[in-house]
């Protein structure tokens, strides 16, 4: 009786650790595929942004400067994507959306540039990936969260060390690089 009795508290401890151990294996492909998630709309407007460049480039006065900062921002961005790096990625996302919003403010100067129907579509259509990425960002760093919260709980981090599940790190955009643009500043040029 008691060697039965100690089989299943046995086999019950045993049961549990293999909860906890698919537990810490969900959270890491949930982890997974959010950045999965954050990468495709990556991708996405990796190949929006030549064409909308593109389109302001067939307007010659147009400044070639902001189209060469907006292009080198968009490699940084896919480079650090492909690294899998969160704070690179972020650094580099916030200065490409800081560039991006810098080229809508000098568009401001072009009329014929803002009527434009492909320009319009592919604006709109950034507008809407950049969205798309907010939300993929949030749900990533909501995954980062619960990862790094049962990883450290206990019984949780027993296994998370021995198994040796890493932290991981959220997805975050500079301030700095994600304010307003200074419309003044940009338009003082002269």
């Known amino acids: 009786m008691k060697l039965a009795v100690f089989l299943g508290v046995i086999a019950a401890v045993f049961l549990y650790l293999i909860t906890l151990y698919n537990a810490l294996i969900n959270l890491k492909h949930q982890l997974t595929q959010s950045w999965a998630n954050i990468d495709v709309i990556l991708k996405q407007r ?34 650090s994507a492909r690294a899998r790096d969160p704070e690179a990625l972020g650094a580099a996302e916030g200065r490409l959306h800081g560039l991006i919003s810098q080229l809508y403010a000098v568009v401001e100067a072009y009329p014929a540039l803002q009527a434009d129907q492909q320009f319009s579509q592919l604006s ?11 939300d993929r960002r949030e749900l990533y760093n909501e995954a980062v969260k619960l990862h790094n919260a049962r990883i450290e ?17 959220p997805l975050r955009f500079a301030a700095a690089e994600t304010r307003d643009v200074d419309m003044k500043a940009l338009f003082a040029r002269d």
């Open 124 to 134: 709109a259509r950034i507008s809407q990936l950049e969205e798309a990425l907010a």
């Open 46 to 79: 990796h190949d929006e942004l030549p064409k909308l460049v593109e389109v302001c480039r067939q307007y010659a006065q147009f400044e070639q400067e902001t189209l060469t900062q907006v292009m080198a921002a968009r490699g940084a961005v896919a480079d």
């Open 153 to 169: 709980q206990f019984p949780d981090v027993l296994l998370a060390r021995l198994f040796h599940f890493p932290p991981a790190r």
